[in-house]
């Protein structure tokens, strides 16, 4: 770890602290719990412990008042682990997390925080707008943009080799971190000496000029918008006007990519039914089957209502064909180009949205 840190008490020879080493990782974990801070410098709510099925405990999950997600393993370096296992570790993490539902990572974090998670947020994060929190955590939820560190209580060559590797070959919106936490500790004074490994690669990728971590608003989204063809921006145009008309609130997204969508009172839920991406290959929709399926007091029967209207339509079925009953947690992408750029179709994709909203499929204990 470099050289060491020496303390001496008046004019005695100097020397290594009484305690220069964590007692076992879960102290290391129970650290970095107390002081989130530590992880990327914005405050977060945090909850340990945080279970995905068939994969394992997280040791630590942040959520900020934008709702970006932190994923944070620990290890020692005595632990074996540290040096390749912890990376498939965090990446598997990462995987089980992408696509999982708003509801269910609620309900996760509610059992271990003891409280919800919107409120959770506000009180450690300063979050003020709880649907702002909920648009934010189910956007990276269902993009997998996530930021990963690594915690450990000294560093490998190796290690710090991979995390370096591994922001050059990410895209822009997922951020590799390794954190170093030296402790020391000489009577009851504690002393930590903390270096954060990858953040500077994270950083040049996110303000690259052919990236952009900033969040989109009404304005740049609109500017995004004039760069389309000329159908294919009447037809973003429409899609953005039913939700003006008809929707509660927008969300604007973050990264590189321009994303919006509008929030729509379904039964007794607030639901984003489609999401609108301008990709560099083209703009696409992507219908919120996998967004009705994991949202309070609607699940698979409004989600297979959903998924049953889009497969009706003709230009559209071969677009949701992949999408079963069994697999309903899915957002299937529809080209605007070629298929909603034509008026007829865009009008029955429409009409899905408004049967949807207007008469969803409710399960029988809501209805």
């Known amino acids: ?139 990276n939820l269902r993009s997998g943009e996530f930021t990963l560190v690594i915690v450990v209580d000294e560093i490998t060559s190796e290690l710090k080799r991979i995390i370096e590797w591994l922001n050059v070959m990410t895209k822009t919106e997922v951020s590799v971190l390794a954190l170093e936490l030296q402790y020391l500790k000489e009577g009851n004074t504690e002393i930590l000496v903390p270096r954060l490994y990858g953040d500077a690669l994270a950083s040049a990728k996110r303000s690259s000029p052919s990236a952009s971590g900033a969040k989109w608003n009404a304005g ?73 399926f994991g949202a309070t007091g609607l699940g698979r029967p409004t989600a297979l209502q959903m998924l049953e209207l889009l497969k009706a339509i003709p230009e559209i079925e071969a677009h949701v064909a992949h999408v079963t009953p069994e697999e309903l947690n899915r957002f299937p992408s529809i080209p605007v180009t070629g298929v909603l750029d034509d008026e007829a179709v865009r009008r029955a994709f429409l009409n899905v949205i408004d049967e949807v909203r207007q008469h969803p499929r409710l399960p029988a204990s809501v209805s």
């Open 220 to 292: 740049t989204f609109a500017a995004a918008v004039e760069d389309l063809g000329e159908k294919a921006r009447t037809a973003v145009a429409d899609l953005m006007a039913h939700g003006e008309a008809h929707g509660v609130h927008p969300w604007w997204g973050v990264g590189q990519t321009p994303g919006m969508s509008w929030y729509y009172q379904v039964g007794p839920a607030k639901v984003s039914l489609f999401q609108i991406y301008l990709r560099p290959t083209g703009a696409v929709v992507a219908a919120s089957v996998g967004g009705l």
């Open 1 to 139: 770890m470099g050289r060491p840190i020496l303390v001496r008490n008046d004019n005695t020879r100097w020397r290594e602290p009484e305690v220069t080493a964590y007692a076992n990782e879960a102290a290391l974990q129970q650290l970095v719990a107390e002081s989130p801070d530590l992880l990327t410098g914005q405050d977060l709510a945090t909850v340990d412990e945080f279970w995905i099925p068939e994969i394992g405990y997280i040791d630590i999950v942040g959520v900020g008042a934008d709702g970006s997600i932190t994923v944070v393993e620990c290890k020692l370096r005595a632990n074996p682990e540290i040096r390749r296992e912890v990376v498939g570790q965090v990446l598997a993490y990462a995987g089980g997390l992408w696509q999982m539902s708003y509801d269910d990572f609620a309900s996760t974090w509610a059992a271990r925080a003891g409280r919800p998670l919107t409120a959770h947020v506000a009180d450690k994060a300063g979050a003020a707008d709880a649907d702002q929190v909920r648009a934010g955590v189910e956007a």
